[in-house]
């Protein structure tokens, strides 16, 4: 069994681009939950996406979107990065169902200079 | 307004004494609750998890936690710490189905010969 993976594992960008962050899902879950870690912080809810449409979504304003995949698989985008979008992003995927046990990949840790 | 509060931001013990990180919630929902650790750089590893049913639950590495619903409690437990304990451990509450997590900001851990 496949767990959680992400890619990159790290990544700088400078203010204003843009950035796209991946994460294929843990084999049989059919959904993904992306969430910010910043720096001394536990991690903070963005959105999660269940069969390839967004399912909820913290407070995170609209340069955060993302994608699911048909094979679960997910992105996630952040445009006009500002340097407080420096954090690691973690993903973390679940099958739909009563028990909510997410399992979290490694993360990506992004630094915007 | 659904929050997790760890008091405790760094502990130090002596290896092979006790341990105890306090974990208070509130949730508008019957909570589902979680404890996660994370070594540096690394992503989230479940150690246990409370649904329902007996409030004691046994996790990973002899790690133990105590569902208390008067006190909105969910201690995490281990008799005799070990120096690979030291990491941060994050406790989390959710609900049943795709609902997200809360997480409270994290207790580091250190462990001293």
């Known amino acids: 069994e496949t767990g959680v993976t992400q890619s990159p594992t790290h990544l700088i960008k400078t203010r204003g681009q843009q950035v796209t962050l991946r994460c294929s899902s843990q084999?049989?879950?059919?959904?993904v939950s992306w969430y910010q870690q910043a720096l001394g912080q536990g991690p903070q809810f963005i959105f999660q996406?269940?069969?390839?449409?967004?399912?909820g979504r913290g407070n995170f304003p609209p340069r955060f979107s993302g994608l699911q995949f048909p094979n679960y698989s997910s992105e996630l985008n952040v445009n006009a990065l500002e340097l407080d979008d420096s954090a690691l992003y973690l993903c973390?995927?679940?099958?739909?169902?009563?028990?909510?046990?997410?399992?979290f990949g490694p993360g990506t840790r992004l630094t915007v200079l | 307004a659904q929050s997790v509060t760890q008091p405790d931001i760094h502990i130090t013990v002596s290896e092979g004494a006790s341990l105890e990180l306090r974990c208070n919630y509130s949730?508008?929902?019957?909570?589902?609750l979680f404890w996660y650790v994370q070594s540096p750089g690394q992503g989230l590893q479940l150690l246990l998890k409370?649904?329902?049913?007996?409030?004691l639950v046994q996790g990973i590495k002899g790690f133990e936690a105590e569902f208390k619903r008067s006190q909105s409690s969910f201690n995490l437990r281990k008799p005799s710490v070990h120096w690979s304990d030291a990491a941060e451990y994050f406790c989390?509450?959710?609900?049943?189905?795709?609902?997200?997590?809360?997480f409270g900001k994290g207790t580091r851990l250190s462990v001293i010969a």
């Open positions: 973390a995927s679940s099958f739909s169902g009563r028990y909510n046990e997410q399992f």
């Open positions: 084999s049989g879950h059919n959904t």
């Open positions: 996406y269940y069969r390839e449409e967004e399912n």
């Open positions: 949730y508008g929902a019957t909570p589902y």
């Open positions: 409370y649904f329902s049913g007996d409030t």
């Open positions: 989390a509450v959710g609900a049943s189905g795709n609902t997200p997590l809360v």
